[in-house]
């Protein structure tokens, strides 16, 4: 994509925040090619307790590290770690101790990529950051708009709805425009360590870990009782904080005398009386709902559309956005009133609205 300034390339300075991942590597590459002064910065978000098998952040390093000697890039290591524990992770224990499913990705987006690492960079006297992200920035009539990736399979504009205007203005995206096959070819075609790396998965501080283990080792858990919605009493839970909304592993709840062998899910939780209530059927009536109620809400465009407004949704990542109807409910709630019922709504989670391909922004689930 073409930055938004009228600066020659040669005189434009950009700095790529990258992972030790194919995406960032590639837009460094990309970049650099096209005659633009390249700098980047690895995140370090996370503090380790010594060589913990779990975070990739060590090997995600020496990859990035291997990329940008490869591209006769500088690199910085710098460290986000003390305002991650407070503004992301903090969160992420806060939202699961009162029995909510946080999104840490997003929040992430917000306070430590698009906020910290920005601030960063503009204090270095950049132009520009530039991120692998496969989402679009475009300006429009003096603003800036953020857009669905072309590769619909691969589109995070969902994790970047609370981006803003003065973010927006700062931020480009040059794999908007691809698909993720061309950019692993191009990576693969300039000789890049991290050409068939995988796709990270997953938060750093969890890794490949069990989840239930980490949170652990920083949440005291409450066992209770697992019921169905009639009240009997199906087994026991290990803490309410390990379960999600139409989860359907990990229930531990085998063959039940007087049900079929259909397998069970979450339908919700009682957190004042700590039961987790349970049901048979993907399509259970608990777990289609029409409506939700969200706050927190984050413009894109700086200001709220018009309402009531006709629009799209998704309540989850991968999902194909859902035709809506928002209206507000008072100063600080807004309503999604979806044309079917959605499955598993979860609080804590994020609702993310669309006109089309462009991104209006969201809010968070109640």
């Known amino acids: 994509?073409?930055?938004?300034?009228?600066?020659?390339?040669?005189?434009?300075?950009?700095?790529?925040?990258?992972?030790?991942?194919?995406?960032?590597?590639?837009?460094?590459?990309?970049l650099k090619k096209q005659g633009y002064q390249v700098q980047a910065v690895f995140m370090q978000n996370w503090d380790l307790d010594g060589d913990d098998p779990f975070c990739s952040a060590n090997q995600d390093?020496?990859?990035?590290?291997?990329?940008?000697?490869?591209?006769?890039i500088p690199l910085k290591t710098v460290r986000f770690a003390e305002t991650y524990w407070d503004k992301v992770f903090q969160h992420f224990l806060d939202e699961y101790a009162s029995g909510r499913t946080p999104n840490p990705d997003i929040l992430c987006n917000?306070?430590?990529?698009f906020r910290a690492f920005l601030d960063y960079a503009l204090a270095q006297e950049v132009d520009y950051?530039?991120?692998?992200?496969?989402?679009?920035?475009?300006?429009?009539?003096?603003?800036?708009?953020?857009?669905?990736?072309?590769?619909v399979s691969k589109d995070q504009s969902?994790?970047?709805?609370?981006?803003?205007?003065?973010?927006?203005?700062?931020?480009?995206?040059?794999?908007?425009d691809m698909k993720k096959?061309?950019?692993?070819?191009?990576?693969?075609?300039?000789?890049?360590?991290?050409?068939?790396?995988?796709?990270?998965?997953?938060i750093c501080f969890i890794g490949e870990r069990k989840f239930k283990d980490f949170l652990g080792e920083y949440l005291l858990a409450r066992p209770g009782k697992i019921q169905t919605e009639t009240g009997r009493v199906l087994g026991e839970h290990s803490g309410?904080?390990?379960?999600?909304?139409?989860?359907?592993?990990?229930?531990?709840?085998?063959?039940?005398?007087?049900?079929?062998?259909?397998?069970?899910?979450?339908?919700?939780?009682?957190?004042?009386?700590?039961?987790?209530?349970?049901?048979?059927?993907?399509?259970?009536?608990?777990?289609?709902k029409p409506i939700l109620l969200c706050t927190d809400m984050h413009w894109v465009s700086g200001k709220a559309p018009e309402l009531p407004l006709r629009c799209s949704a998704k309540v989850r990542y991968r999902q194909v956005d859902a035709a809506c109807t928002l209206m507000q409910v008072d100063d600080s709630a807004y309503q999604v009133t979806f044309d079917e019922p959605q499955w598993a709504i979860t609080p804590g989670q994020s609702v993310v609205l669309y006109l089309g391909d462009v991104c209006l922004g969201g809010g968070v689930i109640e």
């Open 110 to 113: 917000k306070e430590i990529k």
């Open 61 to 72: 390093l020496s990859d990035a590290q291997a990329v940008c000697d490869r591209l006769n």
């Open 1 to 30: 994509m073409t930055p938004f300034s009228q600066k020659s390339v040669a005189d434009t300075r950009i700095m790529v925040g990258v992972s030790g991942g194919v995406d960032s590597s590639v837009v460094a590459l990309l």
């Open 240 to 288: 309410l904080m390990f379960y999600t909304i139409g989860q359907r592993r990990g229930l531990g709840i085998g063959g039940v005398d007087g049900f079929s062998d259909m397998p069970w899910y979450v339908l919700d939780k009682d957190l004042e009386r700590n039961v987790l209530i349970v049901g048979q059927n993907h399509e259970h009536p608990q777990l289609l």
């Open 129 to 151: 950051i530039a991120m692998g992200h496969y989402a679009r920035n475009v300006q429009k009539n003096e603003q800036y708009q953020l857009l669905k990736g072309a590769d």
């Open 158 to 176: 969902y994790f970047l709805y609370t981006l803003q205007q003065d973010q927006l203005r700062y931020s480009l995206f040059p794999l908007g």
């Open 181 to 202: 096959s061309a950019v692993r070819a191009i990576a693969v075609e300039a000789g890049l360590i991290t050409h068939d790396k995988k796709d990270s998965t997953g």
